[in-house]
């Protein structure tokens, strides 16, 4: 099988990769990537001269380049976004083109070409927020409260369209936060680790209570590989490790680990519309496709908490040049 995989030089997009390609030795993968400030190629480094690994460089919104990419591929995972709630908040643009109008490109080429599979990398942010108790099902109605997500919710919309008006053999998977290796220091984990060992402060929004449940990304990238393998055309799948903790309990156990004071935690200004609390039900993907999660958030945390420890000069290149500008934006003084 030959799988596009779009967004494959970010996050979680390069632990799928990685994880595809030992999964299924007959495999290959081409990573379409436009190398956003989010995109590193060093995240798939050992992989340069893999001959089964091919990386193009291209943008999901331009039709030209991805009805060229999409020859010969047999499946589509488009994990390609702009991923960060603040930076959304700023300027929704580049989100909109991206992960709404890129998502229909991908769409409408898969089509043209035939692809016999579509998996649509969504979000549990689509659902909007909850009150003290519940989680997410398939069935909650869509909520979305952030440029981000909005622009998600409208993906998984085009998606739907898709399946109902054409067929298309798409699915879309709205996982739980994610954390683990190679996750760039902008988001909650990456940035908490970065600035401890920095003696930096500890940047909380509001009154650190918001709950979001976590997910160590190889459960995440197991789960995809099941759902493109033996999903429903049509269906949606939550993914989620039912790690349900508040932000502040995540920060000081950080701190702990790295025997850092807790006297670097600095409250401040909240994030606009801040989703209280996330939880994902994920019995249907665990019944369905008999996937469950093999990382406790005890194990996943130290593991990460370590991978961060030793690859220091990867985040310290990242937190350079853009980043700065960017941190100095969201939190009114420099990471360095
Ligand atoms: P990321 O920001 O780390 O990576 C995004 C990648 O997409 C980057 O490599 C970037 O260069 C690329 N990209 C951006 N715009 C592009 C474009 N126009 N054309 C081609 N490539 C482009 O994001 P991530 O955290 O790895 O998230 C990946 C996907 O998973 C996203 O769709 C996100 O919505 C979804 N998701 C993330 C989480 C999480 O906790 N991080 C949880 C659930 C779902
Ligand atoms: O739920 C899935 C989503 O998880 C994904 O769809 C998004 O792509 C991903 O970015 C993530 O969104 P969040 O907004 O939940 O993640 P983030 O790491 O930005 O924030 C996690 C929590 O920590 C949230 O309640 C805000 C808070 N936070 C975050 C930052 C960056 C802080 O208190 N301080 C911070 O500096």
């Known amino acids: 099988m030959r799988v596009l995989v779009t967004g494959g030089a970010g996050f979680i997009g390069s632990n799928f990769i990685r994880h ?27 992989l340069e001269h893999e001959p089964r690994y091919e990386f193009v460089k291209g943008d999901i919104a331009d039709d030209k380049s991805v009805t060229n990419v999409m020859r010969d591929v047999d499946a589509v995972v488009n994990f390609a976004a702009e991923s960060h709630v603040d930076r959304s908040i700023h300027d929704p643009r580049a989100f909109i083109r991206t992960n709404v109008l890129g998502t229909q ?30 989680a997410f099902t398939e069935e909650t109605p869509l909520a979305p409260n952030s440029p981000y997500s909005a622009s998600k919710a409208a993906a998984d919309m085009l998606v739907r369209a898709a399946f109902h008006t054409y067929r298309a053999p798409v699915i879309v998977t709205r996982c739980s936060n994610n954390y683990g290796p190679f996750q760039f220091p902008e988001k909650l984990i990456p940035l908490m680790i970065a600035n401890a060992l920095e003696g930096k402060p500890l940047p909380v929004y509001g009154d650190g209570m918001n709950v979001r449940d976590w997910i160590y990304v190889g459960d995440h990238c197991e789960a995809i590989d099941r759902v493109l393998e033996a999903g429903r055309p049509g269906e949606i799948y939550n993914v989620g490790a039912s790690n349900e903790r508040p932000n502040l309990d995540i920060v000081r156990r950080i701190l702990s680990e790295l025997k850092k004071p807790e006297s670097l935690i600095t409250y ?15 019995t249907k993907i665990q019944r369905e496709l008999g996937w469950k999660p093999k990382h406790s958030l005890d194990d996943g945390l130290r593991e990460t908490v370590q991978w961060y420890l030793d690859r220091r000069a990867w985040w310290e290149r990242i937190r350079t ?3 700065l500008a960017y941190y100095k934006k969201q939190y009114g003084s420099d990471a360095t």
């Open 105 to 134: 490109v991908l769409l409408t080429a898969a089509r043209e070409r035939d692809v016999s599979r579509f998996v649509q990398v969504s979000t549990d942010e689509v659902y909007g927020s909850l009150g003290p108790t519940g």
């Open 321 to 323: 040049g853009e980043y």
């Open 268 to 282: 401040v200004k909240d994030r606009p519309g801040h989703d209280r609390r996330y939880a994902i039900d994920s």
């Open 20 to 46: 595809f390609l030992t999964a299924h030795p007959d495999s290959e993968v081409v990573n379409f990537d436009l190398l956003t400030y989010a995109g590193n190629l060093e995240n798939l480094r050992e």
